[in-house]
């Protein structure tokens, strides 16, 4: 299927436990980018990827780890979850900007919801 | 570091009357500005952007939004609200060499009453 998707979509794990969210996307977008949705904080940035094997910290990075060894593919790793870390998690890509703008539209994957008992 | 404050938490209109939801950021230079839009159990949509150029830019689904650089606003509107425009509702920014990267609001849950 064309586009961005995220798997599981759904996931529950206890504390403790490494848990990885997968996103995939199809487009050959050069960036990636993995948010965390929390009621009153909107959307936060934890990691991003400018390029395959290039990733760089966002505003909230602790506790996770992320990996780009082909373009289309960027996982998240939680190494040992935290019931802080219980939220719904969004994967996105965007390609270069056009025009000379440094700025493209990103589009959105579905979402994961996760539970940490 | 650039910001985004959107005032209104939640919001109810209407159906058929305007809409209006706000978005002040905080960038010394000219930003990048995108609003999106996320239904109930989805991803967000891009409604509309604004880089540079005419202040006032249109988007989908008749949105439109206004970009004022003495106010630190860009504003979303409206001019008739529909059911299905119920959802939440991002402002986010981006800063010059922010390497694509964006600032988002905390958001504003729309609500739409019959």
């Known amino acids: 299927d064309a586009g961005i998707t995220q798997s599981p979509r759904y996931k529950i794990t206890e504390t403790g436990r490494q848990v990885t969210l997968m996103c995939h996307q199809t487009?050959?977008?050069?960036?990636m980018f993995w948010y965390r949705q929390d009621l009153g904080h909107g959307l936060r940035l934890i990691y991003y990827?400018?390029?395959?094997?290039i990733t760089d910290k966002g505003e909230v990075p602790d506790g996770y780890v992320v990996s780009r060894s082909k373009t289309e593919n960027f996982p998240l790793t939680l190494e040992s979850a935290t019931r802080s870390q219980t939220s719904v998690y969004f994967c996105?890509?965007?390609?270069w900007g056009g025009g000379g703008a440094s700025y493209n539209e990103q589009f959105f994957g579905p979402g994961t919801r996760l539970t940490v008992l | 570091a650039q910001s985004v404050t959107q005032p209104d938490i939640h919001i109810t209109v209407s159906e058929g009357a305007s809409l209006e939801l706000r978005c002040n950021y905080s960038?010394?230079?000219?930003?990048?500005l995108f609003w999106y839009v996320q239904s109930p159990g989805q991803g967000l949509q891009l409604l509309l952007k604004?880089?540079?150029?005419?202040?006032l830019v249109q988007g989908i689904k008749g949105f439109e939004a206004e970009f004022k650089r003495s106010q630190s606003s860009f504003n979303l509107r409206k001019p008739s609200v529909h059911w299905s425009d119920a959802a939440e509702y991002f402002c986010?920014?981006?800063?010059?060499?922010?390497?694509?990267?964006?600032?988002f609001g905390t958001g504003t849950q729309l609500k739409v009453e019959l």
């Open positions: 487009w050959s977008h050069s960036y």
């Open positions: 986010a920014v981006g800063a010059e060499g922010g390497g694509n990267k964006l600032t």
């Open positions: 996105a890509s965007s390609d």
């Open positions: 604004y880089f540079s150029g005419d202040t």
């Open positions: 960038y010394g230079a000219t930003p990048y």
């Open positions: 990827s400018a390029a395959a094997d």
